[in-house]
C-alpha cells in the first residue's frame, strides 16, 4: 500500500503541482510554461505505468479497498480535470466506482461548481 501511495504523489500528484504553480499559483513572471508541458507528459506517462497495473484489478492492492484506494481516487480525479486520463479507460472507470460510493465526497469539478453558485 505504502508503494502506491508513494507512487501517487511523487509521480502523479508532483507534477500536476508543478502545472499548477506554472499556470496560475506563481506570478506571470515565475511561471515557466516550458515546465507545463514536461509535467504533463510526466504525469500522462505515469498514469499509464498505472493503468497498466489496474487492467484486471478492482483495487489497487490485494482484494480489498485500502487508503491507497481513497488516495489514488482523489489524485486520479485531479489528473482527469488536467485531462490526463484519455488514454486511461480502467482509470476512468476506477474513479466512476470510487465517487460512486455512498459516502464519497463530491469530485473536483463538483466542489469548485458549488463554490462558484
Not at 515546465?35 to 506517462?45: H, I, L, Y
Not at 483495487?59 to 488514454?87: H, K, Q
Request: proline share 6%; with cysteine.
Amino acid at each position: 500500500m505504502h508503494r502506491w501511495n508513494f507512487f501517487l504523489v511523487t509521480e502523479i500528484e508532483q507534477p500536476l503541482w508543478r502545472i499548477a504553480r506554472h499556470t496560475f499559483i506563481y506570478p506571470d513572471e515565475k511561471r515557466l510554461p516550458q515546465d507545463v508541458e514536461q509535467a504533463r507528459q510526466e504525469c500522462v506517462e505515469m498514469v499509464t505505468v498505472l493503468e497498466r497495473h489496474m487492467k484486471e484489478r478492482e483495487y489497487l492492492v490485494g482484494d480489498r479497498l485500502s487508503v491507497a484506494d481513497f488516495n489514488a481516487a482523489y489524485t486520479l480525479d485531479w489528473a482527469n480535470e488536467e485531462d490526463m486520463l484519455d488514454d486511461a479507460p480502467r482509470l476512468r472507470e476506477f474513479l466512476k466506482t470510487m465517487y460512486s460510493r455512498p459516502t464519497a465526497p463530491p469530485t473536483i469539478a463538483e466542489a469548485f461548481a458549488a463554490m462558484v453558485s
